[in-house]
């Protein structure tokens, strides 16, 4: 089994299905395609040129698309894809942060980092970025991102050959091997998903009783925004007792949080991912009494200033 023999046979339409499905939001591993593509075009066998063509049409034809549903749906859309994400806490909040730091360019490099590329588009469309920006970053984007990936084929494309040689020597056991990988990563990803959900429905509190607790005056009430500083920005209302947890991972610069008092997570987030998140380093971290609040904007509704 040769996957050169493949690629080449094919040629660029291998590129731009392989692309066009990963970028779109499939499984499909392109940069290996891509990589592969570009050891075949160093050596004469597909043109470069045209590699590069593929994959920056499929790049920009999933790009639009994402793009367009983002300013249909906004950030409901959001919401759908972080639910089947294997990687929640980057979905959203880690997105908002960077694009409010670095703004429609962050889309020049989005494509290059895990986590985030699924999701610059929609969040970027769902603030109202202009079409005419978002097509020069993309486009620069799209262009560096093929280019990177082709190139490395390109430049390493002996060693390429030898290490796809090498799984087609073994056979249908690199196939094998690969797969358990995958499984494997995916699995421990599934599971710590299923460890939030499972801490969430422990400590969850609902605005209701939240606002009866405050009333009650019985115990302490300390509210930890997990929210984006971009989420902030967009609905400006908070919490009672409110501090902010900034995405620097630094607990103990927590104003006021004490062991003493209770601690309430909050997001604005599809299935309050990053305060369940929050929620599990704090109890980690020596923290007796954490909860999640749930009902995101919600719970601004019935317990916001």
Not at 19 to 33: C, D, F, M, N
């Amino acid at each position: 089994m040769d996957p050169l023999y493949y690629l080449a046979r094919w040629g660029v339409g291998v590129v731009f299905a392989a692309v066009l499905a990963e970028q779109a939001g499939l499984p499909v591993p392109s940069v290996p395609v891509l990589v592969a593509a570009g050891a075949l075009a160093q050596d004469g066998t597909m043109r470069p040129e045209l590699v590069l063509l593929a994959a920056f049409a499929a790049c920009l034809t999933a790009d639009h698309a994402w793009f367009i549903a983002g300013r249909l749906r906004g950030r409901a859309l959001l919401a759908g894809i972080c639910r089947i994400s294997l990687s929640p806490d980057t979905c959203v909040r880690k997105t908002d942060d960077l694009i409010a730091r670095h703004g429609a360019s962050l889309l020049m490099v989005a494509k290059f980092v895990p986590g985030i590329s699924a999701v610059a588009i929609p969040t970027s469309a769902a603030m109202g970025l202009r079409y005419r920006r978002f097509l020069v970053y993309d486009a620069i984007g799209c262009a560096a991102w093929c280019g990177a990936y082709t190139g490395l084929g390109m430049i390493f494309g002996r060693e390429v050959r030898d290490v796809l040689d090498a799984l087609a020597s073994v056979g249908g056991w690199s196939v094998i091997v690969l797969a358990v990988l995958l499984a494997a990563y995916i699995g421990a990803k599934m599971l710590h998903r299923a460890r939030l959900r499972h801490l969430f429905r422990m400590v969850r509190i609902t605005p209701q009783e939240a606002a009866r607790l405050l009333a009650a005056g019985a115990e302490e009430i300390v509210f930890v925004d997990a929210r984006s500083r971009l989420a902030r920005e967009s609905d400006p209302r908070m919490l009672p007792n409110a501090i902010f947890f900034e995405d620097d991972g630094r607990l103990d610069r927590l104003p006021g949080a004490t062991s003493d008092k209770t601690m309430i997570t909050f997001c604005t987030c599809p299935n309050e991912a990053s305060a369940a998140l929050l929620a599990e380093r704090l109890i980690k971290a020596g923290y007796g009494r954490v909860r999640v609040l749930t009902g995101g904007a919600e719970a601004l509704a019935v317990l916001g200033a």
